[in-house]
């Protein structure tokens, strides 16, 4: 029986105490339960998982943050049967997909077991007439994409975070990319979801109709929520013609403010259906060209727009660039250079896609560090973000002999704004500073922290700042109703206990 | 306390029980402590309200099924004190905007007492270079694209049901449109939300930025909740551009499945960027003809489609009509008939919005009986559904003298078919019985019994056909975590008590 008191909000102060259960016995006895009931699941309780690597990549884990075993399931009853048993245990459980998120998810903060998804793996039955497909959560965005164009469906899934993303792990982060400002984010691409509750309850979210009115929408609460309230075995998704005519477009401008107005008057106008629209500031073209990983192409070191077209013909292509490139001039920008040609196609927007690792590459010393953030604003404020954040960098580091190279680029469309900061190893404490500080920028300007990372364990805070204490007293309201032993993904998203 | 056994889900079975205090002096007391605490909020204890004209209208409700009271606040804050006082004193509260619903979302069940948003109706900041808006629940979906044109933002806000539905009930019945296949329903057109949640606690779910993963998605959770889980008593809206160069097209076909391939195709085509795509039945033509709703042509009573198209150009449009009526032709429809000329759209475009009324008018007496379904199946089963539909009626009345008369028409591209049915008054029982096993049919197609209209009280024993009753079982666990009391909008979606 609970102990919660009867509110429609839960703050941290009233949350009940948790206990888990992680001795060696118990988890013994965890492992035995599931031999016992007949199920083939591979496990493993050496710590050189898959887990521990997440946990070295992308969310340092201090020697107790890693999980005593780690299992393979095959299919949503196996899942089941693995949480059930945790449940009974009180086990916490964290999840394993692509490992590419970033912000502490996927640690494993409290030890306890984790799930590993990668033997689930299955792409299923494509409804090509109805543009859906069923995979399970270990499929990855680029596999389903490559499989759907070798069987010529002439469909995609237009969802585009890090290559190496899985689909289980881009739901549960709620994840984006350059596509977003066309298509929408993950949650658009969702039609029904197989879930597992913490106590081992399988829940079908939909049949698949295209569109539903049909009670709470369980996709949407399920998607962002981190592997806290549920994990996802099944998902039917929705697929998308892929476009025609594809052509790439590149305008520089005299400053952001430049490229940001060209960008607004270009989202205002119906006539464009861009495919993806892209800003990068000086520092970001010289991180390209400096890198050899767009060759083929002098780099203007200079504010710049990358654009995707697409249309019904090659005129109605024409007409679309013909417009925008009007409208880049009358900001100052150079005319559009626009092509369909592969190799102007794999230079241009290969420039854009390179960034990631080009910035990265701005690294003087091995050893330097590299962080970035992934604030979302308005798009009006799209420009006042990245000048900020370049200024907090600039003071951060003023008088030093060598300042520390920062970058911005957006996914203006959507207001994304990722700023790349590159500092010397012993700087980390300062650099983190430095991220708060851009991260509160983006709150003023009445955005968030985070456009598609997701808040893990490093952005808690922050998210109370956006949403209030009872904006996240609500969120850890419907944590503790879904799940009130607290086992999945504990104290990702929202604290469970005061200090954790 | 709570006596809620820990599980993630809440079986009816084990759901608390619920008191409500709903004499006089309860009631009245209610109507001091607002007065007390010096709110001016107008209020009437008479009967004659919008309520129960809505009830009227919509969800016959019976002699005890009316609110003992009704509230019209005037802000946020006044939401508040009146709920925080409801919650204090265990009083169920429904709540009105456009009065649109169909299927009792309205109904006073538990009689209790109404807020009533009419006085809530402003629309506030606008920010065009950021395309959103800020409006408060009771402004109209038409007014508020009134204002945006008159205004000459050259954005829209894309969702179109009911011409008197308002902000705050199209959030909270998940509704769409003719719109939705190009522009998605509501949810992809809400930005931010400000709640009043069962106890009266203020929470707004998000600053502005366009995209974010910062959390439980909110605004998805509340969206389609029907008034059960929180009160919505400001949107920031995410509006679109208004779409140019708009031209209708029309082409009609031997038999539906024929309509439908045309449709199927299309929608496969990345190279087209349809404003909407609808398919109307033979039946549902010979509505339009026969209404005098569409004069000026001559309405071929066959399967009919209807397309909007936009686009950068005349010649862009014209691009797309081409390819659009070789499609049709080759699916043995006639050649697209497609203007941009004002009579045209008038005409055309007018045939299928009079539909409602035209069907409505196929009523042979006035005391006739008028039902409409609103399954949503996965596309490619669209005419299935149409067709088991029609079946199902022509079999109910075989051998009577008079046939009931039966339409269906598709929001094609989403799966969406709104079969009407007229029959003599006395036939309810049998209509019912009829409707239900339309309903039935479209969960065998893979689908849900409701694609924009919700669930509301008559659908609560489809929706557990549909996701089991783990899915609703979890809805349940939800809707008691945060409103532990059962005072907003009670049995709505799901059952809260045996035998409600």
């Given at each position: ?248 477009g590149l305008s520089t401008f005299p400053s952001l403010q430049h490229g940001l107005s060209t960008a607004l008057a270009l989202l205002k106008t119906?006539?464009l259906?861009l495919?993806?629209i892209e800003l990068a500031d000086q ?17 203007s070191?200079t504010p710049t727009l990358f654009l ?13 660039i013909a417009l925008t490139s009007a409208v880049c001039e009358a900001n100052s920008g150079t005319p559009l250079e626009a ?40 798009s009006s404020?799209v420009a006042r973000?990245a ?23 957006a996914?203006v469309g ?87």
């Open positions: 029986m609970s102990s919660i008191p009867q509110q429609s909000t839960l703050p941290l102060s009233s949350a009940p105490q948790l206990s888990y259960h992680h001795s060696d016995a118990n988890i013994q006895g965890l492992i035995n339960d599931i031999q016992t009931r007949g199920e083939d699941i591979k496990w493993t309780s050496e710590p050189t998982t898959c887990t521990s690597r997440s946990s070295t990549r992308h969310s340092p884990a201090s020697g107790d943050q890693v999980p005593k075993a780690v299992f393979w399931p095959k299919n949503t009853g196996q899942v089941a049967e693995i949480l059930r048993a945790c449940w009974e245990r009180r086990i916490a459980v964290s999840s394993y997909s692509g490992g590419t998120s970033l912000g502490g998810a996927l640690t494993a903060s409290r030890a306890g077991i984790c799930i590993d998804f990668s033997s689930m793996n299955e792409i299923g039955e494509v409804w090509e007439d109805d543009a859906m497909v069923s995979v399970q959560p270990g499929v990855g965005w680029m596999e389903l994409n490559e499989k759907l164009e070798r069987d010529g469906t002439g469909l995609f899934w237009p969802v585009d975070p890090a290559p190496g993303a899985k689909v289980g792990g881009m739901i549960a982060m709620s994840c984006s990319g350059t596509n977003a400002y066309r298509y929408g984010t993950v949650k658009n691409w969702i039609i029904s979801l197989t879930l597992v509750l913490a106590d081992g309850t399988i829940v079908k979210t939909r049949n698949r109709p295209k569109k539903s009115s049909a009670g709470y929408d369980l996709n949407a609460l399920i998607t962002g929520s981190e592997g806290t309230l549920a994990l996802i075995t099944t998902a039917i998704l929705k697929l998308a013609p892929l476009p025609t005519n594809l052509h790439v119906s006539a259906s495919e993806a520092n970001a073209l010289t991180a390209i060209q400096t890198s050899s990983l767009a060759p083929g192409r002098q780099w070191q995707k077209f697409s249309g019904a013909s090659q005129e109605a292509v024409s007409s679309q092509s369909s040609s592969q190799a102007f196609i794999a230079t241009v927007w290969g420039g854009r896609k390179c960034l990631g690792n080009a910035l990265v590459g701005m690294k003087r010393a091995p050893s330097d560090l590299f962080l970035t953030t992934d604030a979302a604003v308005p404020q973000l000048e900020e954040s370049a200024r907090i960098v600039r003071e951060e580091c003023a008088g030093e002999e060598e300042g520390w190279f920062c970058a911005s680029v996914h959507d207001g994304n704004v990722h700023t790349a900061i590159v500092c010397g190893e012993g700087e980390g404490a300062r650099a983190e500073k430095v991220v708060r500080g851009i991260q509160r920028v983006a709150l003023a300007l009445e955005g968030t922290a985070t456009g598609e990372h997701g808040v893990g364990l490093k952005l808690r805070d922050l998210l109370e700042e956006e949403v209030g204490k009872e904006g996240v007293d609500l969120m850890r309201n419907i944590k503790f109703a879904l799940d009130p032993r607290g086992i999945l993904n504990p104290d990702k998203v929202v604290r469970l206990k005061e200090g954790f």
